[in-house]
């Protein structure tokens, strides 16, 4: 059905003609992403740092029919992250839509953290989205549009043992939301979040096969079970797509009701 017939309330979720860079992009929720808002209509460009990767990943998506181009580049480099977005800007157009899923963990005891993993957790979680969405709100601001969507967590509200510093970066992508979303709403940019529970990928599979953990998670959930990957697609397209044009600085919890209950 093309977009002129779809009804009106439907055609507002339609990315056809946008353009989504989605950082992080070559496995777990961020090829979800992009393989999401490229089903919706959107031209995806995937980003890691791993070129061949990404290319198997683009192939992967075009095999699917959808329109998946590549760049790669370090988002916690900001020389870097300037340089590759103008390059993305001269040779593939304005970036409409921003997904800066980007992101790592590391565990352990809060008095045993070193130094060099603290910083390395917070240049990943939340200097790049600093510097990738200062990069690309130059040019959302000129055009004056956009929508930049930040992936916060379920553990920018909540705390667990053993992950302090990924809860305190991830709080910090919160609030660094709501801060942009402040600066910059005034010209025509929306940053929201979305922030996922606990869902099944590559990252997370040593704790679904934890039978204690996914007991006690499935237990802890109002939906009892782990999220898919695929269940994020649907938030995203929403907070990427003019259905949320009149939503700014808010995160969008999809987490099967964890941060509903004790």
Known sequence: MSPSSQPPALAQF????????ITG?????GLALARGLAGAGARVILNARNAQKLDEIAALLQDEGHDALTSPFDVTTGDAVTSAIERIEQNYGAIDILVNNAGMQRRGALEQFSEVDWHTLMRTNVDSVFFVSKAVAKHMIKRRRGKIINICSVQSELGR???APYSASKGAVKMLTKGMAIDWGKHGIQVNGLGPGYFKTELTQSLVQDEAFTNW???RTPSQRWGDVEDLTGAAIF????????????????????????
Do not use: E
């Open 14 to 21: 339609d990315l056809t003609g946008k353009t989504a860079l």
């Open 25 to 29: 992009s070559s496995a777990g929720i």
């Open 161 to 163: 043992p053993g992950i």
């Open 217 to 219: 998670l499935v237990g």
């Open 239 to 262: 907070l990427a797509s003019d259905a949320s044009r009149f939503m700014n600085g808010h995160i969008l919890y999809v987490d099967g009701g964890v941060t509903a209950t004790l």
